[in-house]
């Protein structure tokens, strides 16, 4: 029997007040009947989930008649990932990356000059000179470590924020149902301080 019905009027819930950030997110279900569904996380009430096809907002607020229901008790296992995680995983890489770079380009130091006057050498000043040509300052070993490690980190945290997703096994079970819930809620809560600022 199918667990999906379209909500026709709006849940209030006792906290319906809570201040959240906005957020998307993105969630795999899978039923006891082993059936996989996909959509965008609308809302989690005390034993049901809601689930939209389109693109919305977390809210603990379901005004919406063309969301699926999937009640606590028909979940198997949940998996969970934020909207956008690989951009924001890329901008930290990137970030990390480039001031590992500019540490390890500043620790490396000036090269060595070398010598244009020796006179062993068969060509003149001609080693020398490109040696010297080549020659980099702790300066320029910064930018350059700076920007290739930007890049790769960039690279590596894309990749790792485009994997990673948040697992919840459920069980049918109300009360893993709830600490999912709660983990969720515990995210997207705006703390007063924050209330003044611009959200996510």
Do not use: C
Not at 6 to 26: G, H, P
Not at 139 to 148: D, H, M, Y
Not at 158 to 163: H, R
Request: hydrophobic fraction near 40%.
């Amino acid at each position: 029997m199918s667990i999906h019905i379209n909500v026709t009027a709006q849940e209030t819930q006792t906290n319906d007040s809570m201040a959240l950030k906005k957020r998307i997110y993105k969630a795999w279900l899978i039923t006891e009947e082993s059936k996989k569904s996909t959509g965008y996380l609308a809302g989690l009430s005390d034993s049901n989930l809601y689930l939209s096809s389109h693109l919305i907002y977390f809210s603990l607020i379901r005004i919406n008649d063309n969301l699926s229901v999937y009640p606590y008790g028909h979940l198997e296992k949940i998996l969970i990932k934020r909207k956008g995680a690989a951009g924001r995983g890329a901008l930290q890489g990137a970030l990390f990356g480039l001031a590992a770079g500019v540490i390890t380009g500043f620790l490396l130091g000036d090269d060595p000059v070398a010598p244009t006057n020796n006179p062993n050498d068969p060509l003149g000043n001609l080693f020398g000179s490109i040696s010297n040509s080549f020659r980099m300052t702790a300066g320029e070993k910064a930018v350059l470590g700076g920007f290739v490690g930007a890049v790769a980190g960039g690279v590596a945290g894309a990749i790792i924020g485009g994997l990673v997703k948040k697992k919840f096994i459920i069980g049918r079970s109300k009360e893993r149902f709830h600490e999912m819930r709660q983990n969720i809620l515990e995210k997207l809560y705006l703390h007063s301080e924050e209330k003044s600022q611009p959200q996510e």
